[in-house]
């Protein structure tokens, strides 16, 4: 996100919204093989219900961002470490462990 802000020049609440996107093809590679060890489920349904939650988490992490750093004027790095992080704990864990990669009947 700093990169795509800085670098190329991108409103922080796009840079936030690319960077979670990439963010979340990885996350969802290491959930599924190593965190939640999810492998007996085919991946492409829990990539489905995964995709349902990543969609949730680029649209808080936009909005948080764009509500700490554009409105209430937070540096956008700032602003950026705290939304992530309720975001991370908030939504993106909980819904992963419970919806996304728990055991589901064949």
Same mark, same amino acid.
């Given at each position: 996100?700093?990169?795509?802000?800085? #670098?190329?020049? =991108? @409103?922080?609440?796009? &840079?936030?919204? *690319?960077? $979670?996107?990439?963010?979340?093809?990885?996350?969802? %590679?290491?959930?599924?093989?190593?965190?939640?060890?999810?492998?007996?489920?085919?991946?492409?349904?829990?990539?489905?219900?995964?995709?349902?939650?990543?969609? #949730?988490?680029? =649209? @808080?992490?936009?909005? &948080?961002?764009? *509500?700490? $750093?554009?409105?209430?004027?937070?540096?956008?790095? %700032?602003?950026?470490?705290?939304?992530?992080?309720?975001?991370?704990?908030?939504?993106?864990?909980?819904?992963?462990?419970?919806?996304?990669?728990?055991?589901?009947?064949?």
């Amino acid at each position: 996100m700093i990169g795509l802000v800085g #670098g190329v020049g =991108l @409103l922080p609440a796009v &840079g936030t919204a *690319v960077g $979670a996107a990439l963010g979340a093809l990885t996350n969802f %590679a290491l959930g599924r093989a190593w965190i939640f060890r999810a492998v007996s489920e085919k991946p492409a349904r829990q990539a489905l219900r995964y995709a349902l939650v990543a969609v #949730g988490s680029l =649209l @808080l992490n936009g909005a &948080g961002e764009h *509500v700490f $750093a554009t409105v209430l004027g937070f540096d956008y790095i %700032a602003a950026r470490v705290f939304v992530a992080i309720a975001v991370s704990l908030g939504w993106n864990f909980p819904m992963q462990r419970r919806f996304v990669f728990h055991d589901h009947p064949p």
